[in-house]
Structures are given as C-alpha cells and as structure tokens.
C-alpha cells in the first residue's frame, strides 16, 4: 500500500508544480491586463479631452455662424433700405422731368432761363455718397442687379437733365 501512496503523492506534486507553473502564467497576464487597463484609461481620458475640445469648437463654430448671420441680416437691411431711397429719387426725378417738360411746353419765353437740376444733383449725389459710405467696406462684395440698374438709371436721368438744361 506504500506503494499507492507514494505514488498517489508523487502525483500531488506533479499537480501542485503544474498549479504553480499556471499560476505563474496567470500571474503575467493579469499584469499584462492591468498595465494595459491603465494605458486604457489614459486612451480614455485623452478621448475624452478630445471631445470635450471639439464640443467647445463646434459651440464657437455655431456663434460666429449667428454672429455673421446677425451682420448679413443687416447688411441685407441697408442695401434694401438703400434701394427704396433709390426708387424714391427715380420717382422724384421722373416727377421733376414730367413737370419741367409741362413747364417748357406751356411757356416758350422759359426757354431763356435755363431749368436748374441743383436740387436733383444735390440729392443724387447725397444718394451717392451713401450708397459709397455703405458699400464701401463691401467692395469685394459684388452689387445685386437691381440696385446696379437702379444706380444706372439715375445716371440716366443725371444725363437728360443736363441734355434738357442744354436745349434750353
């Protein structure tokens, strides 16, 4: 029976050398896991920082957009208030032409004095300069058509003053 239990402790020891053998093992991946757990935690809180950054870029992303909406909005409100002075001074200056027409016609002995387009010049060239002091910061910005049109349409009506102002 020694026989049995020598061997059967032999066997012991063989199991306990191969237990502490695993162990061993098990100890270096537990190690291997752990440091890689804190190099984890270092990816995560960089991650993290990383976020936190494009958060607050996209908040000042999202303040300069309503910040330059806020300066087109009112950039948009000058160029129209703009082109209704504008209109207002082409009716003034067809009302102004219409009239001196029905002046020359029903007085020939006029024909002497010459009309004077002062006023009219005054007030286009007040229009002038505000469209200039208004666009000026703006000249890389092209002009819409309609107030380009407009602008040219008041030379327009500058140059058949001056040519009415000539017949007379």
Not at 11 to 31: E, F, G, T, W
Not at 60 to 65: Q, T, W
Not at 87 to 106: A, N, P, Y
């Amino acid at each position: 029976m020694m026989a049995v239990s020598t061997i059967f402790e032999v066997l012991l020891c063989i199991l306990l050398v191969v237990m502490m053998a695993y162990a061993i093992v098990l100890r270096k991946h537990l190690m291997v896991l752990k440091s890689g757990k804190d190099d984890f935690k270092t990816v995560m809180g960089t991650f993290n920082q990383a976020v936190n950054q494009a958060s607050q870029t996209i908040q000042e992303l999202k303040n300069v957009a309503q910040k330059e909406q806020t300066q087109m909005t009112e950039k948009i409100d000058r160029a129209l208030s703009m082109c209704e002075e504008l209109e207002f001074l082409i009716g003034r200056s067809e009302t102004l032409v219409s009239e001196m027409e029905k002046i020359s016609q029903k007085t020939p002995s006029i024909s002497q004095k010459k009309p004077s387009i002062e006023p009219v010049q005054t007030q286009i060239s007040s229009a002038k300069k505000t469209i200039k002091k208004e666009l000026a910061p703006h000249k890389e910005e092209k002009l819409k058509p309609e107030l380009k049109a407009t602008i040219d349409d008041i030379h327009d009506e500058l140059k058949i003053f001056k040519m009415l102002q000539n017949i007379r």
